[in-house]
């Protein structure tokens, strides 16, 4: 995939907002920021989403994700053991009703993070979680 696409990808996922234009040579220079307010797509949203909808979004995230990550290491005063930097992958097995309770209670453990204003002494962490079965459903057996 191009740079072109990806840009136009975080574009149409409303990750990245033009900043300013200008015209070099003929063509139109455009300079691009992430936008503050991240997108979010309720169920009702993800529910309408296509398969291929589904593959940009993540690709989308993904790459905003990175360029998060990114821009945090490119810092002089970045220190990703002392910040607490952290990528982990694990394997839940979770009935339905399991990860509906697995997430309610993880809602109610980061409701009260996400109310707290910037004050000194706070600083900024990204939270992406990323959840999806790994491999179909188990049909049950009866013993």
Excluded: C
């Amino acid at each position: 995939m191009t740079v072109y696409r990806q840009i136009a990808l975080l574009v149409d996922g409303s990750f990245l907002e033009v900043a300013g234009e200008q015209r070099v040579r003929g063509a139109v220079e455009r300079r691009y920021r992430l936008r503050r307010h991240r997108p979010v797509i309720d169920a009702d949203a993800t529910a309408a989403m296509t398969m291929e909808d589904h593959r940009r979004g993540f690709a989308a995230a993904m790459a905003v994700l990175i360029a998060e990550f990114n821009a945090y290491l490119d810092r002089d005063e970045a220190d990703p053991a002392a910040d607490g930097v952290s990528y982990r992958q694990g394997m839940l097995w979770l009935s339905p009703d399991e990860l509906a309770e697995m997430t309610r209670k993880m809602l109610g453990v980061l409701r009260d993070s996400v109310a707290n204003e910037p004050t000194p002494g706070r600083a900024p962490y990204l939270l992406s979680p990323i959840l999806f079965p790994t491999a179909p459903l188990q049909p049950e057996t009866t013993q």
